[in-house]
């Protein structure tokens, strides 16, 4: 039985494109269905295959990939499907265009210097119904989301519930299950998008025990991965 990950590549910059096609095709697990390099290609591609993810790129050279975001999730809704996540890869980190994304129906957003250990963690993570948010682009949408009127910020918030519970869960939470001073350390690294190895390189610590802290980290703050645990400690003022 065929378990793999299937995904669409929407992206118009072609060494870009062939690039995260070779890398994802070495991994174990996933397989590239389909490329497209402008919008509505990319549109047709993502309604034709139904991949399990799209990545999507915004700068399309015709319709961008908020404008594709939001025709294809209009066809969904026609279609009474649903099943296809997207995925916005960028260099875009403007407050502006990362809102219109998820207001848009965008899944999951990356920045295009993101690793591939952390693409295919956001790629996996999509697939599964959640939302992977790059940790510098979670501060901008936690911040709209605390100083957006309710009349404007009704998409953003219903996103935000996708990812965690309110806050005062959050502090009963922290209360009940203190952080030590080092998995505080190891949080705001986390936070900052560090990797396991960078943690133990920057704490001077083995990779075996970052991971140990880490699993109580999502443990204590009732996470189910690295991300979730980023947002979750971003909106109860656990790191700055």
């Not at 407050?95 to 965008?106: K, P, Q, R, S, T």
């Not at 690294?189 to 999502?218: D, M, Q």
Request: aromatic share 4%.
């Amino acid at each position: 039985m065929d378990t793999d990950i299937r995904i669409t590549l929407i992206e118009d910059h072609d060494l870009t494109r062939v690039g995260m096609r070779t890398a994802l095709q070495q991994r174990e697990g996933f397989k590239v269905v389909g490329e497209a390099a402008n919008g509505t290609d990319g549109l047709k591609l993502m309604t034709s295959a139904k991949p399990d993810v799209a990545i999507v790129d915004i700068g399309l050279p015709d319709i961008d990939g908020i404008e594709l975001t939001r025709r294809f999730r209009q066809a969904q809704a026609l279609m009474d499907e649903s099943a296809t996540k997207v995925l916005i890869l960028t260099l875009q980190d403007n407050e502006d265009v990362v809102l219109a994304a998820f207001a848009a129906g965008a899944d999951s957003y990356c920045m295009k210097d993101v690793s591939l250990d952390q693409l295919v963690e956001a790629l996996r993570v999509t697939q599964e119904g959640n939302s992977w948010i790059d940790p510098a682009i979670a501060r901008v949408v936690l911040r709209q989301a605390r100083d957006t009127q309710p009349e404007d910020g009704t998409v953003v918030e219903s996103k935000m519930v996708s990812i965690g519970a309110a806050e005062p869960e959050y502090n009963q939470i922290i209360e009940a299950y203190p952080l030590t001073e080092r998995e505080l350390e190891v949080l705001q690294l986390i936070v900052n998008g560090c990797s396991n190895a960078a943690i133990a390189e920057k704490l001077y610590i083995t990779v075996g025990t970052v991971k140990t802290h880490v699993r109580n980290i999502l443990n204590k703050l009732c996470a189910d991965d690295r991300t979730q645990a980023a947002v979750r400690a971003l909106r109860s003022g656990l790191v700055g």
